[in-house]
């Protein structure tokens, strides 16, 4: 088991692509959490919070031999304490495309408090269009693992995307996320 600390907020923008046409692929990269980077880090994810910036802390992603799917999953946890954590990822859409996504996720507390998901949408800079900012139900943690679902319907005038997993409490522990498109 490796640990591993992120700072909050000091994330490269990753840039991912998605496939298209295939509705069975899973958009989110290791979304199991198995894979490793060459720093030690759960690949393709990072962290942020939504606190006020004073009380920004260390926010740890660290794997866990408790999955759901394969071996591993993501503990997400703070030195700060206080919660109200996301692990985030992006992707790009197509312009001038209605999209739908449906989101699946397996996870694991916090007792006490919430895990949600969030879709955060831009659109190319130059139109100065506001966000597209769609939230999921407030899932309500416990000792045992639950899975969340949620769908997003993104307007065609975005195409930058970025999926929040939140949590209002640590720690907790999630597994086998995946965005599939849903063409109907
Ligand atoms: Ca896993």
Redesign the pocket.
């Known amino acids: 088991m490796k640990k591993l600390t992120v700072l909050a907020l000091s994330a490269t923008l990753m840039t991912t692509a998605v496939a298209a046409g295939n509705n069975d692929k899973n958009i989110v990269k290791n979304g199991?959490?198995?894979i490793i980077d060459a720093q030690g880090k759960i690949s393709n994810w990072r962290a942020a919070d939504w606190n006020k910036k004073e009380e920004r802390g260390i926010i740890t992603i660290k794997q866990v031999d408790d999955?759901?799917?394969?071996?591993?999953?993501a503990q997400i946890d703070s030195t700060v304490g206080k919660g109200n954590l996301l692990i985030f990822q992006g992707f790009k859409k197509e312009l001038g495309v209605e999209k739908k996504y449906k989101v699946t996720l397996k996870f694991k507390g916090p007792v006490g408090g919430y895990v949600f998901t969030s879709f955060y949408a831009l659109a190319p800079k130059d139109k100065k269009i506001k966000p597209q900012y769609e939230h999921s139900k407030k899932l309500k943690g416990s000792d045992a693992w639950q899975e969340l679902t949620a769908l997003y319907t993104i307007k065609p005038e975005y195409n930058n995307i970025k999926i929040y997993i939140r949590c209002t409490k640590t720690p907790v522990i999630v597994?086998?996320v995946k965005v599939v498109e849903v063409t109907e």
């Open positions: 199991s959490f198995e999955a759901t799917a394969g071996k591993q999953a597994d086998d």
